[in-house]
Each structure stands twice: as C-alpha cells, then as structure tokens.
C-alpha cells in the first residue's frame, strides 16, 4: 500500500516536472476557441490568414421555451428547418504592438425547408452570396503575458443582399422577395463593441468576451434588424504542446425587427412567421466543446482547429426556427 502511494507520489512528480520542462520556451499557452473572434492580436507587422466554415441547424420550432409542432397555428406555411453555411475569410495585421486591423468577408449559403399547411406540399427556398464585410481593429488596452484586455471595435458594411428572392408554390413561378432570415446583409452599418478578458495559467486560458450588434438606422428596404449582446467565457487547456481543447459557453439575446420590409408581399405575414417582424427576438444560451491543432507558437505557423455546440437554453418570441447544432471548421495561417 505505501509502495504504491511512493510510485503514485513518483509519477505525480514526474509528470509535472516533464509538464514543466515542455512548457519552458513556449510563450504562447492555450488560445481562444476557433468559434470567437477578435480574443488576440498580433505583434508589429505580424499578419495572419483565415478561413472558416461555420454550420448552423435550425430544426422545429419553438415559442418561448415550448417546442411547438407543424402545422403551425394560424399560418398558412410553417417552416420546418434551415441550414445556414458561412464561409468566413480573414485577415489580420498588427499596425503596432498595441492595435491590431482584421477584415473579415463572409459567404453564406442559406437554405430553408417549408410545408404549406392546407395541402402539406413542402418547399424549400435559397439564398447564397457575399455578407456583410466587417472591419475591425483590437487594442491592447492590458497584456503583460499572463493577463490581457482587449478593446473590440468593428463596423459592418452592408455588402450583403437583402433583396434575395425565390419561388415559393403561391407565387406562381414568379419570384418574390423572401422573408427576413433568408437575407444575407442587415442593409445597415453596424457597430460591434467589445471587451475580451484573457488569463493565462500554465497552459491553460481563462478567457471572457462581452460584444454587442448595434445597427445604425433604417436599411433601404425600410427596416432595421434587432440589436443583439453576447457574452461567452472559455477555458482552454493544451493536452499537448500542439493539441488543446476547449470548453465554453455563449449566451446571446437579440431584439425584434424595426419597421417592414417594403419589398415584402403585405400578404406575407399572415403566411409565414418568418415575415413577422414581431417574431424574431429570443435568447439562447450555448454549450460549446472545441479542439485545436498547432504547428508551432501562435504567432507563427498554422492552426487547425474544431468547435461543436448546442443550446442548453432557448426562449423565443415564436413560432420560430430554433437552433439544435452550430460548428466551426477553421484554418489560421501566421506569418
Ligand atoms: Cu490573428
């Protein structure tokens, strides 16, 4: 029996010494997960290429926290699921050791499954194309290596469509405008304030990020997207000197659409809850896993990495889609 407590002992020593000596010469420890934005920053003249591939499901619906079945109740369509497939591409560029530029180009890809009630004839309606480019700068208002806070500031250009139109069955072959989740742009400027916290403790970060969406005005179909605020905190641990892996959790609650679209059929949203602009606001709060794979430091040297998640929390102003899985598929590439 003591024998067996001296080896434990042993090993325990072992282990953390041999811990210690692989993390001697590593300046960076464990990063944010792939799904987050804009948690680091680069170095003067540091640059870095991205891509990512995030997924989005939306199966059923739901009003409040209650799932609710189709037929939906006094429309005459109920959606039924929606995938949403963005292909992000980045760049960032360290201007100074303190403020740090990224661009972002997203492409979406959104497709939407339907069932018209009286006849359950299904449909399904698609947009694809260019989003809305974001510009964004970091600034370290805090990093000493262990600790760091970072200022987020971004604006949205509204490159993205939101004149994005298809044939449903009523509209007789003719298409029309679609409703407002199957729009790629918000049409408007937006700004996106943040902060982001990072501790680093041997390998592993401590990391909390807070960014709202606020949009600037009216778009030119005349309404305004919902305002949204998101808070998600991290922890991210290195298993290996290349292989980390990440637990994490985002809440994120979002307003309702100001004014109507005017291109909308007035008729819509009697038809379907998606052209309600009354029903668009929820909160939903995720549960995230991630992994990542790193050739070299973080600041040279590529980065692949992985995060799966889904909600634990979902209340809606319904019937709307809600959420049952969203993943990142990312590269970063340091030079
Ligand atoms: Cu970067």
């Known amino acids: ?14 282990t953390m010494t041999s811990f210690q000596q692989v993390n001697a010469g590593h300046i960076m420890t464990a990063e944010e997960p792939i799904g987050v934005m804009g948690a680091h920053s680069h170095h003067e003249d540091g640059w870095m290429l991205s891509y990512r591939f995030m ?9 409040g926290t209650n799932s609710v079945s189709s037929p939906l109740p ?25 403020l740090t530029l990224m661009i972002m180009l997203p492409i979406l890809d959104i497709s939407m499954d339907h069932r018209v009630n009286m006849n359950r004839v299904e449909f399904t309606t698609e ?32 490159t993205g469509s939101i004149d994005e139109k298809d044939i449903i069955p ?4 003719l298409e029309v405008q679609l409703p407002y989740p199957m729009q790629l742009g918000s049409g408007t400027y937006d700004l996106f304030p943040g902060i982001t916290w990072l501790k680093s403790i041997d390998g592993s970060q401590l990391g909390v990020q807070a960014r709202a969406t606020l949009r600037l005005g009216d778009n030119g179909n005349g309404y305004t997207l919902g305002d949204r605020y998101m808070l998600t905190s991290w922890y991210s641990h290195e298993v290996t000197r290349v292989f980390s892996s990440s637990v994490r959790i985002a809440a994120e609650t979002w307003d309702n659409i100001d ?23 929820g909160t939903r709060v995720d549960l995230l896993v991630g992994v990542s794979w790193d050739t070299g430091g973080h600041l040279t040297g590529h980065r692949f990495a992985a995060e799966v998640g889904a909600p634990i929390h979902q209340d809606l102003d319904g019937p709307q889609l809600e959420t049952d899985l969203i993943f990142t598929l990312g590269w970063q590439g340091s030079f």
């Open 1 to 14: 029996m003591r024998f067996t407590i001296k080896c434990g002992l042993l090993y325990l020593l072992a």
């Open 55 to 63: 997924r989005m499901e939306m199966d059923g619906n739901r009003d």
């Open 74 to 98: 006094g429309f005459m369509v109920s959606p039924l699921k929606m995938t949403m497939d963005m292909h992000m591409l980045g760049g960032m560029y360290g201007v100074s050791d303190k």
């Open 127 to 158: 947009a694809d194309g260019i989003g809305d480019i974001k510009i964004s700068g970091v600034y370290d208002l805090i990093n000493d290596g262990k600790q760091s806070l970072l200022l987020n500031m971004a604006l949205s250009v509204p």
């Open 170 to 173: 009523a509209s007789m072959g």
């Open 259 to 281: 004014g109507i679209d005017d291109k909308l059929n007035p008729m819509a949203p009697v038809m379907v809850p998606t052209a309600r602009t009354d029903l668009r606001a």
